[in-house]
């Protein structure tokens, strides 16, 4: 699938928020900082149109890409991010939790992992807390261009163990452009 056409169409934080069609929705989920707005940038092969934050915690809402007219990316606020209040955190996940339960157009949940640092258990806790919706969820590795490459077999490995077996795992690089075409053309195909 080729992306032609990549849009920012609105901010939610509720499911009433949420464009009234019948596209399609990918969710995109991860720590604060793991690169999900890279990611969305280098889907779409646009610089700018996902703002990029050195800055953990930037996003605060469901910020959704329309792409080629038929599915929307979905960028979700990072979890594990120290300096939210426990408040700021509740709201976020029910917000989330939300968002998955009533959400009939979800289609996948894409859950990023710093490739570099591996899962940590906040991403583990996520992945198996996920596990309990019935969505299909693929793991994207991020930053795989900082990993020395005489080092990322093992690192590919590692990560691997740390999921369920099967489990569907892209090893990308938003810099590099490396596995977003392998990503695109097999999750976001036909959709």
Do not use: C, W
């Not at 934080?13 to 793991?34: E, M």
């Not at 050195?54 to 599915?71: F, V």
């Not at 590795?141 to 590919?156: A, F, G, I, N, W």
């Amino acid at each position: 699938m080729m992306i032609k056409q990549a849009e920012f169409i609105t901010s939610a934080v509720s499911i009433t928020d949420l464009p009234k069609d019948d596209f399609d929705h990918f969710l995109i989920l991860g720590r604060s900082n793991v690169g999900k707005s890279s990611l969305i940038n280098a889907i779409t092969n646009r610089k700018k149109l996902a703002r990029v934050s050195q800055t953990p915690g930037k996003t605060i809402t469901l910020n959704l890409y329309l792409l080629n007219q038929s599915l929307y990316l979905v960028d979700a606020p990072g979890y594990g991010y120290a300096k939210r209040s426990k408040t700021q955190t509740l709201t976020f996940m029910r917000m989330i939790n939300e968002y998955i339960q009533l959400n009939g157009h979800l289609k996948k949940i894409i859950l990023l992992v710093d490739f570099n640092i591996g899962p940590t258990q906040d991403d583990l806790d996520m992945y198996i807390e996920l596990q309990a919706f019935d969505v299909d969820i693929i793991v994207v590795t991020t930053k795989y261009d900082k990993v020395k490459s005489s080092h990322r077999l093992k690192q590919e490995k590692v990560i691997r163990s740390k999921f369920f077996e099967g489990q569907k795992i892209y090893f990308t690089s938003s810099e590099t452009k490396f596995g977003i075409d392998k990503l695109i053309n097999e999750e976001f195909s036909n959709e």
